[in-house]
């Protein structure tokens, strides 16, 4: 299933060829190829099963000037719920080449086949700030915002459980 979900950023902001993204979820797979350097860096999880990568976005959440990419993964097992699902944030550092993750999101309250991260978009929120959207298997009425204030790659042991479906404006 290589290619199961495709999106395409520009993770150095100097490059000249916009870098592909794509997964194979069947095999907890995403693969990032760097268009300028002409290689390829692998991210994987160890929650087997997970469909890592089933859903992909890139968009910039913070203040630095690279975009950062985040992975779906439905079928995460979180908190002995089976099927609750996450979502994964990568950071990539332009002076190494790489890409770290940075942090996890789940539901406040993982539920068994819940699926949270089934479908992910990074999108406009207003004139300075982007917005993380994430919906799992029972979309619409879950639609979770994470407003660009509670994201915080600096301290990636916070959102882990730590958001609940919210509207309106952040």
Do not use: C
Not at 10 to 32: E, G, R
Not at 37 to 55: D, H, K, M, Q, W
Not at 93 to 109: K, L, N, R, W
Not at 121 to 140: E, Q
Request: proline share 8%.
């Amino acid at each position: 299933d290589a290619g199961a979900a495709i999106t395409t950023a520009k993770f150095d902001p100097a490059s000249t060829l916009t870098d592909v993204v794509y997964s194979a979820p069947s095999i907890n797979k995403v693969f990032v190829r760097l268009g300028d350097l002409g290689v390829t860096r692998e991210l994987t999880i160890t929650n087997i099963g997970s469909e890592f990568g089933y859903a992909l976005a890139a968009g910039n959440l913070d203040d630095d000037p690279e975009p950062e990419l985040v992975v779906g993964a439905p079928r995460s097992n979180v908190d002995g719920e089976t099927d609750a699902g996450a979502i994964y944030v990568y950071d990539y550092d332009s002076a190494t080449d790489e890409f770290t993750q940075t942090t996890m999101y789940t539901t406040s309250s993982p539920s068994a086949s819940e699926k949270f991260g089934k479908t992910v978009a990074i999108a406009p929120w207003d004139a300075t700030r982007n917005i993380l959207v994430v919906n799992d298997s029972r979309m619409p009425e879950t639609t979770h915002l994470i407003p660009r204030a509670d994201y915080n790659p600096k301290t990636p042991a916070v959102p882990h459980g730590m958001f609940a479906p919210q509207f309106g404006t952040p």
